[in-house]
């Protein structure tokens, strides 16, 4: 079956230090993973997805497969980086849909 | 439009009425999403529809949940003889297309309410 565990529901860091939000799927298959981001008051969008292996404001997620884990890191935490952040995947075995995991919300101290 | 469109934003009912969410997708957009997301969850996977069929309805919960997307753009969801447990914010996505590369964009959501 298929499964996205975000095992924080809350994580805070000081501004400038590294943070990391932990993902760990469950999937029969290749997924393609993602995460979104949700911003106070605004709409869940797309931060990054793995296949594009790109780094979004600061933001780079690798995916390890024998670990099942898409862990989303940045070097420097920014006051902006505040949000919930949610890790999702999608493939055909899921129907093209997308699961979501329970979210982290992320504070940074100013 | 712009972006997904969601409406109303917010939506009271009393229990055991019939309520119908409305969502218009980005243009072009053949791929739509409903997803359910009670206080301190994620988003739960309701229905998907690729055009106007419904690809996968697996997700709703139960046979008082319904949604149609007759011309394979706008798209409604009805929720039948509504109950407390109903309420959450209910978010519709819509993708270009499936399968890799794919963006779901979201809409604001609908808040339901039913008490």
């Known amino acids: 079956a298929q499964r996205v565990t975000q095992p924080e529901k809350l994580l805070s860091v000081f501004k400038g230090a590294p943070v990391e939000l932990k993902c760990n799927y469950s999937?029969?298959?290749?997924?393609?993973l993602f995460w979104y981001v949700q911003y106070s008051r605004q709409r869940l969008q797309l931060l990054l997805r793995?296949?594009s292996r790109e780094s979004i404001k600061g933001f780079t997620a690798d995916l390890n497969k024998g670990e099942t884990s898409f862990h989303l890191k940045k070097p420097f935490a920014q006051e902006e980086d505040s949000a919930m952040y949610y890790c999702?995947?999608?493939?055909?075995?899921?129907?093209?849909?997308?699961?979501f995991g329970t979210g982290t919300s992320l504070t940074v101290i100013p | 439009g712009a972006g997904v469109s969601q409406t109303p934003s917010n939506k009271v009912t009393e229990k055991g009425k019939y309520v119908e969410l409305r969502c218009d997708p980005i243009?072009?957009?053949?791929?739509l999403y409903w997803y359910r997301q009670s206080l301190g969850q994620g988003p739960e996977f309701l229905i998907y529809?690729?055009?106007?069929?419904?690809?996968?309805d697996s997700g709703l919960p139960n046979d008082r949940f319904f949604a149609v997307r007759p011309e394979g753009s706008v798209s409604t969801l009805k929720i039948q003889r509504t109950e407390r447990g109903d309420s959450a914010v209910y978010l519709c996505?819509?993708?270009?297309?499936?399968?890799?590369?794919?963006?779901?964009?979201f809409g604001q959501g609908t808040r339901l309410t039913v008490v």
């Open positions: 996505a819509s993708s270009l297309t499936t399968g890799e590369n794919t963006e779901a964009f």
């Open positions: 999937y029969s298959g290749s997924p393609e």
């Open positions: 793995h296949i």
């Open positions: 999702a995947l999608s493939g055909q075995r899921s129907g093209n849909q997308f699961y």
């Open positions: 243009s072009g957009h053949t791929a």
């Open positions: 529809f690729q055009g106007t069929g419904a690809a996968d």
